[in-house]
């Protein structure tokens, strides 16, 4: 239905941005891979993906092609929905994903909360052969670092975290490596919670 919005970037968050497009601000729910790629100028083209539920719209964002494409296999699967997917691609990118499922890693999917054995299994199953089909996965994202622990927690709670867990996983993170980018933070902190 909806497929792309060009416009100009209001509102950029690690979990959704605010597109202006002719004067309506549409709200975009966004991976944090889909974050690292927003451009730091105002104008922005984003590809999309509209959720129509009997009680919601819920409209999905993406920079690439490519990640939506990987977002579409993933809720194509019983058992994962929007927001385990979009969990999934803010903890790794859409490569890393593509070839945890070419390689059949169930221990790399299984990693992200939400994902069980089995689920992690049928994913293997399921989109092994499709997935190698998605084109342009060649191209390389780089975190931004405007962002500070406050943003991390927030996108963590977000992504259905306890805020107090994630307060601990995110200062365990930076007391390690303080110069990480809001991106960083929350996969290092995803990796233990």
Not at 18 to 36: A, D, K, P, R
Not at 40 to 59: A, F, G, P, W
Not at 108 to 114: D, E, L, P, R, S
Not at 118 to 147: G, W
């Amino acid at each position: 239905m909806i497929t792309h919005l060009s416009g100009k970037l209001v509102e950029k968050n690690p979990t959704y941005v605010i597109v202006e497009c002719n004067g309506v601000g549409y709200f975009l729910n966004i991976s944090l891979h889909t974050f690292s790629l927003l451009p730091s100028d105002e104008n922005l083209r984003i590809y999309t993906h509209l959720q129509v539920k009997e009680d919601s719209h819920t409209l999905f964002g993406f920079m690439e092609k490519a990640e939506r494409e990987i977002f579409l296999l993933l809720i194509s699967i019983s058992g994962i929905g929007p927001s385990i997917a979009r969990t999934m691609l803010s903890s790794l990118n859409p490569t890393q994903v593509r070839d945890a499922i070419a390689n059949g890693e169930v221990a790399t999917i299984q990693a992200v909360k939400g994902i069980g054995a089995k689920t992690a299994q049928r994913v293997i199953v399921e989109l092994k052969d499709k997935v190698l089909k998605v084109q342009n996965m060649d191209e390389v994202s780089l975190p931004s670092n405007n962002t500070t622990k406050e943003e991390a927690l927030s996108a963590l709670e977000v992504l259905g975290f306890n805020r107090r867990q994630s307060e601990k996983a995110v200062d365990r993170v930076l007391s390690q490596e303080s110069s990480l980018g809001v991106e960083d933070i929350i996969k290092q902190a995803l990796k233990n919670l």
